[in-house]
């Protein structure tokens, strides 16, 4: 038996390829088994790639995801590490975020009313009534006492010799004196030109020769709007004299248009409704638009005070016709009391018409002697429009006794009323127990210019016969 080697014995096998020995035949397998294992791999990841990249690119298409993030989701399943592939997803996710559109769009809304308002101040003006009331002690005693309102005006004209100031009728009337302050707080007296109860207007007058030239160079006259080509929402600027204190400025904007309003004495007005505030002192100011154009004249009487952000304002646009007739009338001065004129005459107010209705007339009496008849209805005193009692008794206060007046009544007639003229030399007014009380507001019958009668008659009474004229 020949031994051999264990080294040579191995030469031989790897040198012989022919050598038939049980361990050969075994280590040629194993070699062949690996390489099938590395092809049967690399395919099924070429598979396994390709299944992916199909997937990822129908997710893309469907969720309009971009190149970027199939990348990353690629790279995710490339590293297989979950952390990594986490992240990429996450960061691609942040870049695709969908984001809302904003304007480029830099124009600033300007709200500043600076300019208009130095425009407009200078013929805005402050008005102070000052008026006798009478009071009643806690004894019950009367007795009267001097008191002053304020309130606001609108400078709308001006002629060889006055400054014409438009304001509200309320604002002005059974003043014993008015004083106008100027934007410049140059004070001036004034006195009545013309004034329409039933639309709540008039016009004072001041004369230039009681203002300095540097007054009137500081002043302007108002420019007037149009209040018919108004649309609700556009801006509104209210300027008056607040609580007295001195001009003041509010805005707003134009809440309602046409707005109808009941007022005091039962009638209803057509006005501009504004939530610029309006407070007292405020009333005859103006209300105006973005371009220093007077659009209305204020009121604070209008609508109450039962409620916030609602102020009226009277529409130029039905103002003016009545503003340009009153700035034309003859300025009034009040008279002396002790030399006052006056009609002799009872009146009232009816109800369903303007004017004072003729309850009596004093025989003997200047209104006796002109032909003026119980029955009669009083509209007008000189160039005057007189809607009620208290119309008739005012305008009295501005004329002495044996001053002659015209008279324009409506008197009943065979084929219906009928406008007569009549020229009255005043009277001169009763003693003081006879003066007129101009609280009688119940229907019993003032006596113009005179004092007060009793009676048991009420407004209602004298409607009767002016019902449907």
């Known amino acids: 038996m020949i031994f051999k080697d264990t080294d040579d014995l191995s030469q ?11 361990e050969t035949p075994r280590k040629k397998k194993a070699g062949k088994g690996l390489v099938k294992k590395a092809a049967f791999c690399a395919v099924l990841g070429l598979t396994f790639g390709v299944c992916s990249g199909s997937g990822v690119w129908a997710v893309q298409q469907f969720t309009g995801n971009s190149g970027s993030q199939l990348a990353a989701t690629t790279e995710a399943q490339s590293s297989g590490t979950g952390t990594t592939a986490t992240a990429a997803i996450a960061d691609a996710n942040t870049q695709q975020k969908v984001t ?3 304007s480029t769009n830099t124009q600033t809304v300007t709200t500043d009313v600076t300019q208009v308002v130095q425009n407009v101040m200078p013929s805005i003006v ?13 004894f019950g005693q009367s007795g009267e006492e001097s008191a002053t309102a304020s309130g606001s005006g609108i400078i709308v004209g001006k002629s060889d ?11 002005v009337e059974n003043a ?11 004070k001036a007296s004034a006195d009545i030109k013309g004034t329409d109860s039933s639309k709540d207007l008039a016009v004072v007058a001041v004369k230039l020769s009681d203002l300095s030239s540097d007054t009137l160079s500081k002043i302007a006259v108002a420019t007037l709007g149009d209040s018919d080509s108004l649309t609700v929402g556009e801006p509104a600027i209210a300027i008056g004299n607040a609580l007295g204190y001195g001009q003041s400025v509010t805005t707003g904007v134009i809440s309602a248009l046409n707005r109808k309003i009941e007022l005091e004495d039962g009638s209803t007005g057509t006005f501009i409704q504004t939530d610029a505030a309006i407070n007292p002192g405020n009333s005859g100011g103006a209300l105006i638009n973005s371009k220093g154009e007077v659009i209305g004249i204020n009121s ?69 002697d002109a032909g003026i008849e119980e029955g009669d209805l009083i509209t007008k005193l000189n160039d ?26 409506l008197r009943r007639g065979d084929s219906g009323y009928e406008t007569k003229e009549l020229t009255v030399t005043l009277q001169k007014a009763a003693t003081t127990s006879d003066s007129t009380d101009s609280s ?30």
């Open 100 to 102: 809302t559109t904003s």
């Open 440 to 469: 009688a507001q119940s229907g019993n019958g003032t006596q113009s210019g005179s004092g007060t009668q009793s009676g048991n008659n009420s407004q209602a009474d004298f409607a009767m016969p002016f019902a449907g004229n």
């Open 300 to 368: 604070n009487k209008i609508g109450g005070e039962t409620v916030e952000g609602m102020g009226y304002a009277i529409p130029i646009s039905d103002a003016e016709p009545i503003i340009d007739k009153l700035m034309n009338e003859t300025t009034k001065t009040k008279a002396s009391t002790d030399n006052r004129g006056a009609l002799g005459v009872s009146v009232m107010t009816p109800t369903g018409v303007e004017g004072a209705y003729v309850a009596a007339v004093e025989d003997g009496s200047a209104a006796a």
């Open 126 to 138: 402050a008005i102070n009534n000052n008026y006798t009331e009478t009071v009643q002690s806690m």
């Open 384 to 409: 005057t429009e007189i809607s009620s009692r208290d119309d008739l008794s005012n305008a009295l206060e501005y004329y002495t006794a044996g001053t002659k007046v015209t008279v324009t009544v």
């Open 176 to 186: 014993d004196t008015l004083q106008v302050e100027f934007n410049d707080g140059t």
């Open 12 to 22: 031989n096998v790897n040198m012989s390829p022919n050598n038939n020995s049980t």
């Open 161 to 171: 010799t006055e400054l014409l100031i438009a304001t509200n009728n309320h604002v």
